[in-house]
């Protein structure tokens, strides 16, 4: 393609919210045959809710809830979210946290009401040394509970799917490109949402490292890859794909890190995004 068919793609994407950063990343576009696409705000609305509570024998449903609260109210994460806007959905008075740390794809620490409280991944609990059993969940991410060391139950809050997400993933295999799953979340949820989607393969409880190396792999097997994603968690990867696609919906971190950014920031978004680079090409060559 010329320099002038692409400044055309350009152009045209603006008017149809597929934002080019990178000029080239349009004409790579047409070579791709695999989509990673990360779940969180992705496939999923983004927005959480919660629906189960879950406290060990030590602990009420309430208390539980207000130190998982406590802890998330200072977390971008959407997960961080909806566990404090379960708390207030149920008036719960929400404590001060002091000494608040994240650990970005794992979950969070802070110490409240001079207990040390940890809401994560089972693997970030057992950094902390909690040692149970984690039991997940196929309806929803399952975040788990340390407080002073000690296990004190889950909490689950369920993502539904954007309603295009289905249809975009259709019209992706439709134009022959593989679509693969990469998440955080755990396997449950993972394989329960690409069975639904017929998601052509999946891998979870990723680390946003993990997710980079696994783009890196799929290269290295001779895949040209599009990684769609929208977090901080996601940037690592969309730097290490052939084409970089941020939702406009998700952290600025993901966005810098891409050479495509889409102004609707679903999954239609990316089929436009190849469409207009198929369309650019053939038209102009
Ligand atoms: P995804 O890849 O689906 O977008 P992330 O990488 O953002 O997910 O998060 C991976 C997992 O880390 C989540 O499913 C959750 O278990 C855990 N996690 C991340 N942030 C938080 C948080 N603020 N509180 C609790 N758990 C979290
Ligand atoms: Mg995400």
Not at 117 to 138: Q, R
Not at 217 to 226: I, N, P, T
Request: overall charge negative.
């Amino acid at each position: 393609a010329t320099p002038m068919s692409i400044m055309v793609g350009v152009g045209r994407g603006a008017k149809e919210g597929v934002l080019v950063k990178e000029a080239a990343g349009l004409e790579t576009l047409q070579q791709v045959d695999t989509v990673v696409v990360d779940k969180t705000g992705t496939l999923t609305e983004g927005k959480p809710k919660l629906t189960h509570v879950q406290p060990t024998d030590n602990f009420s449903e309430e208390d539980l809830l207000k130190y998982a609260a406590a802890v998330e109210q200072n977390s971008e994460h959407p997960i961080g979210q909806s566990i404090v806007n379960g708390a207030k959905d149920r008036e719960i008075q929400i404590p001060a946290a002091t000494d608040f740390d994240s650990t970005t794809g794992q979950g969070v620490q802070a110490q409240v009401d001079g207990k040390q409280v940890v809401c994560g991944k089972p693997s970030l609990l057992k950094e902390h040394g909690v040692d149970f059993t984690a039991e997940g969940s196929p309806e929803g991410t399952t975040v788990y509970l340390a407080i002073d060391g000690q296990y004190a139950g889950s909490l689950v809050v369920s993502d539904p799917l954007k309603a295009s997400t289905e249809e975009a993933i259709r019209a992706l295999h439709d134009m022959g490109i593989r679509v693969v799953m990469m998440t955080g979340d755990n396997p449950k949820v993972a394989e329960a949402i690409a069975k639904k989607l017929n998601i052509d393969d999946y891998q979870a409880d990723l680390s946003p490292q993990d997710k980079h190396d696994g783009i890196v792999k799929l290269r290295e097997k001779g895949a040209k890859v599009a990684m769609a994603g929208d977090g901080i968690n996601d940037a690592p990867a969309l730097a290490a794909a052939d084409v970089g696609i941020a939702m406009g919906t998700g952290t600025d971190v993901a966005i810098e890190s891409a050479a495509i950014t889409l102004m609707g920031g679903d999954l239609n978004g990316v089929v436009k995004a190849f469409r207009l680079s198929r369309g650019v090409m053939r038209n102009i060559k």
